[in-house]
């Protein structure tokens, strides 16, 4: 399994990833911005998330997540919804400030926890609330879901049970020692997080 995580804003697209979708050669991998985690960063969907040393001032945030269903390579991206039937939220610990966290940073173990899968949306829109109280509203074409799963297939093989998370959100929490963190993705509870 791999997890690979798309390190910009979900308003923000750059132009020569957009490039790269719509080009048909293979173009160089720093178009879109990405950390490829490892399966020891993930902390299992129930178990407590232990937030090391290092990272008592970091954020947690949280994140739309789209599940691989079957494999994939060089996928063209108005066939890409058909790679993902499910999706879900992942709790990423993640440096403030957006400074870079390098290797080391994103793949510590302990550094994502992925919630409850649930069937994509049929209408490709995400309500992704946090706590009950911050609320944001995006759209799979604003996220570029399918740009991003479909120029992820030109360097690797996409495989059932990879995971995918297109951007960056601005809802997130600071990871306090004996809180719970809880976030709901369409009014379904995806998230249910303690922290230690």
């Keep these: 399994m791999k997890i690979i995580a798309v390190e910009r804003a979900f308003d923000l697209w750059p132009e020569t990833a957009q490039m790269a979708v719509q080009g048909d050669m293979a173009s160089l991998p720093a178009c879109l911005p990405t950390s490829l985690l490892?399966?020891?960063?993930?902390?299992r969907y129930g178990t407590p998330l232990f937030v090391p040393d290092f990272a008592a001032k970091w954020r947690l945030e949280i994140a739309p997540v789209v599940i691989?269903?079957?494999?994939?390579?060089?996928?063209?991206?108005?066939?890409?919804?058909?790679y993902y039937t499910n999706v879900s939220l992942v709790a990423r610990l993640l440096p403030p400030d957006g400074a870079p966290c390098g290797a080391?940073?994103?793949?510590?173990?302990?550094a994502i926890a992925p919630g409850r899968v649930i069937a994509a949306p049929a209408d490709g829109n995400f309500t992704i609330?946090?706590?009950g109280k911050d609320e944001i509203s995006l759209s799979a074409a604003m996220m570029h879901i399918d740009d991003t799963v479909a120029l992820t297939s030109r360097f690797m093989m996409l495989k059932t049970g990879d995971m995918i998370v297109p951007c960056r959100t601005p809802l997130h929490v600071e990871p306090v020692v004996g809180t719970r963190i809880s976030a709901t993705l369409n009014g379904m509870p995806v998230i249910d997080l303690k922290i230690r």
């Design 38 to 43: 490892t399966d020891s960063a993930v902390v």
């Design 68 to 82: 691989i269903s079957r494999l994939g390579k060089w996928i063209e991206p108005r066939f890409a919804h058909r």
């Design 104 to 110: 080391f940073g994103a793949n510590f173990d302990g």
């Design 129 to 131: 609330c946090l706590d």
